[in-house]
């Protein structure tokens, strides 16, 4: 019976990456789920009342495209609907936003987690016919696809799921069982990365 190491280490290529992959099955084991649940709610419940809104992450990029775009462009970014409100009067910096340093404490968080569990590598989880390349290119497109979505829905499944689904608000409510049911529709036709 093959170990863990061997099953986890078959299906990346290359010594480097099998050498990542051994290094992650000696990773400290996830946090209970339940556990990691009930902290991701009090979070949530600390932002209402700490902050007055809740978690979200696609405002955070919209606030540096904004920022870009005024760099860039500052004519079309003041004249755009969208951009415009995340410029504002200019009294304030775009990245000065609540979802800027939100992102940037997760990244961080995550980060210092992954360090402390032993997690970090730098891998490209596949299957073992399926390249490097071929796998980035396909996040890249699930993440974008995922992103106008967002844009779509005014609001990622952070925002959606978590703030809008604690409030009860119907919309969230749709969104997410669109993006489950969704996600679940098409990944048997995606299973081909995995095999």
Known sequence: MASSSDTLTSTWTGAGEQAAA?????????????????????VLLAAFLIMGRGLGASGAVN???????????????????????????????????????EVLGVFVGALLSGLLAHRVAFVVEKGPRV?????????????????????????CTSGQALTGGSMLNAGSWATMLAIFGGAYAVAWFLRWQWR
């Open 22 to 42: 051994r290094e992650l099955v000696r990773a400290a084991p996830y946090t209970n789920p339940y556990v990691a649940g009930i902290g991701l709610g009090l």
């Open 63 to 101: 606030a540096f495209v904004a920022w870009i775009a005024h760099a860039v462009a500052p004519a079309h970014a003041t004249n755009n609907a969208f951009l415009a409100d995340y410029i504002g009067d200019g009294s304030v910096h775009p990245l000065k936003a609540w979802l800027v340093f």
């Open 131 to 155: 390249t490097s390349g071929v796998r980035l290119l396909m996040a890249f497109a699930g993440g974008a696809t995922m992103a106008f979505g967002a844009a779509l829905a005014r609001g």
